[in-house]
């Protein structure tokens, strides 16, 4: 059983579309990472949030933490080809745990 | 220049074979982690080293074991690779701090026959 589970775990959408990805959890974390992974590569950090409650903005992707930090979701607006791959929370309690990652596939 | 560089990227082994992966990192990090990725599973913490003489278990530690022979590199050995053990293993960085951040490397993918 995964401590972090992702979903949905495959995506496939148009280009222009809206989408959200979640990673929830039973366990509280003193924060929580979104990481993006391209193949042959390793994971790439997006955003950390902290705070319960807390939204970060990055150009078409939003970020939300929840408000008791056990569970957080990726928002992507207006999504483009370029944003295809693999999208992995990460959430830290004295160790990193990863999920099992949502592989999205944005089609031109 | 990659930061965080592992090799060898690709390696072909038998069952029974000892096999080492190696990590090195330029980005002065005191902390390294060795990773295994498997589909529907994410990335799972073999061992991992907070500075040169510390060394610690992850996750599933079992039939893996890690050297820290500096500040900059950290290898993992199977002393004895079997077929589950075939995965992409990653290599991560990060420094002392309240969200551990991690850098990769660009993983090894192993095939064990």
């Known amino acids: 059983t995964q401590l972090l589970e992702q979903s949905p775990q495959f995506l496939s959408i148009q280009e222009g579309e809206n989408l959200t990805v979640y990673c929830n959890s039973s366990?509280?974390?003193?924060?929580l990472q979104w990481y993006r992974q391209e193949p042959g590569e390793g994971p790439v950090l997006l955003v950390t949030?902290?705070?319960?409650?807390e939204v970060k903005k990055l150009k078409r992707l939003t970020f939300q933490f929840g408000d008791a930090r056990k569970d957080s979701s990726l928002h992507i607006t207006a999504a483009q080809p370029g944003d295809t791959g693999l999208y992995l929370c990460?959430?830290?309690?004295?160790?990193?745990?990863f999920g099992a990652g949502t592989r999205l596939t944005v089609k031109p | 220049d990659a930061d965080v560089t592992q090799t060898p990227r690709n390696r072909i082994t038998k069952t029974g074979k000892r096999i080492m992966l190696e990590c090195s990192q330029t980005?002065?990090?005191?902390?390294m982690y060795w990773y295994r990725q498997d589909p529907g599973l994410g990335l799972r913490l073999i061992y991992y080293?907070?500075?040169?003489?510390?060394?610690n278990k992850g996750e599933i530690s079992d039939g893996y074991s890690v050297s820290r022979q500096a500040q900059a590199k950290f290898s993992l050995s199977l002393e004895s690779a079997i077929p589950n053990q075939t995965a992409l293993y990653f290599c991560?960085?990060?420094?002392?701090?309240?969200?551990?951040?991690?850098?990769f490397g660009p993983g090894t993918r192993l095939t064990v026959l």
């Open positions: 991560a960085t990060s420094v002392k701090g309240p969200t551990d951040t991690q850098y």
């Open positions: 366990s509280v974390f003193s924060s």
């Open positions: 949030v902290v705070t319960g409650g």
């Open positions: 990460a959430g830290n309690n004295n160790d990193m745990r």
């Open positions: 980005k002065g990090h005191d902390r």
């Open positions: 080293s907070f500075d040169v003489k510390d060394i």
